[in-house]
């Protein structure tokens, strides 16, 4: 019973990450891929969180709040510069 | 009382437990990931993305404070994921924002599919008036 779910999860998280690269690469504009990105990045937080559940300690959570404090700037970043300058200045 | 805090559920039951909740943050994980690939526009794809990002945490935290077994442990477990949480919550609006309303300036968006276009008259302002 455990041994099934343990595969499922692992399965599953590796289908989603793999999916996420595959957005990644072939995103259109460099927005999809920013928020492609963002995915990826929230699925690490989850594998980090999942093997301090499964096997229970807890020494990865300073990572998680340090992923959690920074992720937003990459996106900000990106979506700062990637503005078009066609309107009219007056 | 401390009886009460040193009560720990089975080792099996708790095992079960921790797993069915990461199970269903991964399940969340994998929907993001197949809304990318799905999703044509720019929004669609972000309403995709948050999915994960505050309810499959909020899951996997839980995990975490359940796997600890025993009733103080379960709330000091709690006490140290929850600054993750807040953290997560404060910062996951702030960048779909920022990738939405640049998304709408680039014209990544399908225009025919919006029922209300609040923000047209923003289009005749300069980008850096805010």
């Not at chain 2, 993750?84 to 924002?97: D, K, M």
């Amino acid at each position: 019973m455990n041994g099934i779910l343990l595969i499922a999860i692992m399965v599953v998280f590796g289908v989603a990450a793999i999916l996420s690269v595959v957005r990644i690469v072939r995103g259109p504009s460099i927005l999809d891929r920013t928020v492609a990105s963002d995915v990826l990045l929230t699925e690490v937080m989850c594998v980090l969180g999942a093997d301090m559940a499964i096997n229970g300690h807890t020494r990865n959570i300073p990572v998680m709040l340090i992923i959690a404090a920074v992720s937003v700037f990459g996106s900000i970043a990106v979506a700062n510069y990637v503005a078009r300058r066609d309107n009219p200045t007056p | 009382m401390t009886s009460f805090l040193e009560f720990a559920i089975p080792q099996q039951v708790a095992d079960v437990i921790v797993l069915v909740l990461v199970l269903i943050g991964a399940i969340l994980c994998l929907s993001a990931a197949v809304g990318l690939l799905h999703f044509r526009d720019v929004p669609s794809r972000l309403h995709a993305a948050t999915k994960p990002q505050v309810l499959g945490l909020v899951l996997i935290c839980l995990a975490i404070a359940v796997a600890q077994r025993t009733i103080s442990g379960m709330l000091m477990g709690l006490l140290i994921v929850i600054p993750v949480i807040l953290l997560q919550f404060a910062t996951a609006p702030l960048s779909a924002h920022m990738v939405g309303r640049q998304a709408y300036r680039n014209g990544t968006i399908n225009q025919r599919a919006l029922v209300v276009d609040e923000y047209a008259e923003s289009k005749t302002t300069p980008p850096g008036a805010g």
